[in-house]
């Protein structure tokens, strides 16, 4: 009989060489996110300087102090790193509106903070050139909307706690919390960047606050919008309304009557005399 051969058995690797390939990896990583972050640095201080996204990878390359040959180990080309600054701005801006509305005394006002933020956040600012948000942005949504949906991931997950937690609470009716936070979202900000809305001959801007009702109302049915401005309407007002005499509704009541009566008048029959009156 032959012998039937061992497994062989798997010698562990040894812990220096682990050791020495993480350190050997961290090292590579740490330096390939150095270079990125210059990029993206010179690409900021283009934007700012010429005020416009108007530029070439060649005049990042000059402005990084880097090659051309490590700006394409990292980047696709100039559409991708204004992806990747579009994208870094979202998620600081996620981050600053987490942070603040942390201090809402409950579900639903954290959301009120963060919609009032991210308003604000979104409007132009007079003098003040954005054209990351202006001008790609913009671009983006209309040739890869897909980019700008995952750009925004980490505001729409935000949002959605938040709506999720007023629905727990009772604060908020919501099958779907996730649409309803992405509505939230886009109203506010394409309403904050949208033209005044004209009222006569002059522009009316759509303030922070208007919004905000609106949303309000969106997801509480109206109710709770109902009970604040009861609630914040003048004492004059709410006593003029209490005493003032109700519609009448006897109106419609005397013309039915009215009614009755010709119709009794033309179906009761005639008298004796009114008969042989007619006849005469």
Known sequence: MSAVPADPVETPEPAWRQRAVERSTRAAKLRAEQRVQRFLDAAQELIADKGTTDFTVQEIVERSRQSLRSFYQHFDGKHELLLALFED???RSAAQIRE???AGRDPLDRLRIAVDLLYHSSEPRAGAQSPLFTDFAIQL???HPDQVASAHL???GFF????EEAVAAGQAVSPKPRRTASLIMQTAMFTARAPAAPVGAHPSPISAEEVWAFCLGGITGGAV???RATEEQPEDEAEAQATAPEPTAKAPAKKATASRRTTSRATAPKS????SRSKA
Do not use: H, K
Request: proline share 9%; hydrophobic share 60%.
């Open 100 to 102: 603040a509305a942390a």
């Open 154 to 156: 980490p505001l729409l």
């Open 89 to 91: 701005a979202l998620s």
């Open 160 to 163: 959605t706690e938040l709506v």
């Open 272 to 275: 004796p005399a009114r008969a």
């Open 225 to 227: 919008t109902a009970t």
């Open 141 to 143: 949504l209309v040739s």
